[in-house]
T-cell receptor, first 118, second 111 residues
Framework: GAVVSQHPSRVICKSGTSVKIECRSL??????MFWYRQFPKKSLMLMAT?????????EQGVEKDKFLINHASLTLSTLTVTSAHPEDSSFYIC??????????????FGPGTRLLVL | LAKTTQPISMDSYEGQEVNITCSHN???????ITWYQQFPSQGPRFIIQ???TKVTNEVASLFIPADRKSSTLSLPRVSLSDTAVYYC????????????FGSGTKLNVKP
């Protein structure tokens, strides 16, 4: 149990185009979903927190108009990189939070999406 | 800002027990401690989670002292495939259990 998927796993796009990445919790309903990005040999950086039916909360320094997040249901969140540029090339990872006990929640991560902007 | 501190790297040999310690001096009362494993170009994989004392599952043990200001992940009899980065994380319970990743510990298992 607790499987999170991402689609696509890899995407190459031209500069100026938009790219949508889907994150799904396959066998549970997620209380909250999160989006991270990771540069080579670096740690994960939290971009935003997403709750179903409400606006995402972005971390400081993350442009909300650049990285659009939609949380349509308890099992689906999407990240759209708008007008992508080469500096947006990165590894994007989502996670979904699941209640695993009284007052206890656990984050489960997706496999990641590699974005390359040419 | 990461709430945890871990050694940057550790070396071990196949078959040995590995203990990775993490400091989280400012852990709040309701926060849980969670450990993840990450291989290159993959999302982090959940290993174990605990609140206090000792937790054990099929892959690891987690030791948490009474003051909860640190924790130790114990991997029994590591193999080459355990070479990965290990992250210790404390979720902000009051704030959707957000994770702010530190550098993690790169474990190198040698034959």
């Amino acid at each position: 149990g607790a499987v999170v998927s991402q689609h696509p796993s890899r995407v190459i796009c031209k500069s100026g185009t938009s790219v949508k990445i889907e994150c799904r919790s396959l066998d549970f309903q997620a209380t909250t979903m999160f989006w991270y990005r990771q540069f080579p040999k670096k740690s994960l950086m939290l971009m935003a927190t997403s709750n179903e039916g409400s606006k995402a909360t972005y971390e400081q320094g993350v442009e909300k108009d650049k990285f659009l997040i939609n949380h349509a249901s308890l099992t689906l969140s999407t990240l759209t990189v708008t007008s992508a540029h080469p500096e947006d090339s990165s590894f994007y990872i989502c996670s979904a939070s699941r209640e695993t006990g009284p007052g206890q929640e656990t984050q489960y991560f997706g496999p990641g999406t590699r974005l390359l902007v040419l | 800002l990461a709430k945890t501190t871990q050694p940057i790297s550790m070396d071990s040999y196949e078959g040995q027990e590995v203990n990775i310690t993490c400091s989280h001096n400012n852990i709040a009362t309701n926060d849980y401690i969670t450990w993840y494993q990450q291989f290159p170009s993959q999302g982090p994989r959940f290993i174990i989670q605990g609140y206090k004392t000792k937790v054990t599952n099929e892959v690891a043990s987690l030791f948490i002292p009474a003051d909860r200001k640190s924790s130790t992940l114990s991997l029994p009899r590591v193999s080459l495939s355990d070479t990965a980065v290990y992250y210790c994380l404390v979720g902000e319970r009051y704030n959707f259990n957000k994770f702010y990743f530190g550098s993690g510990t790169k474990l190198n298992v040698k034959p």
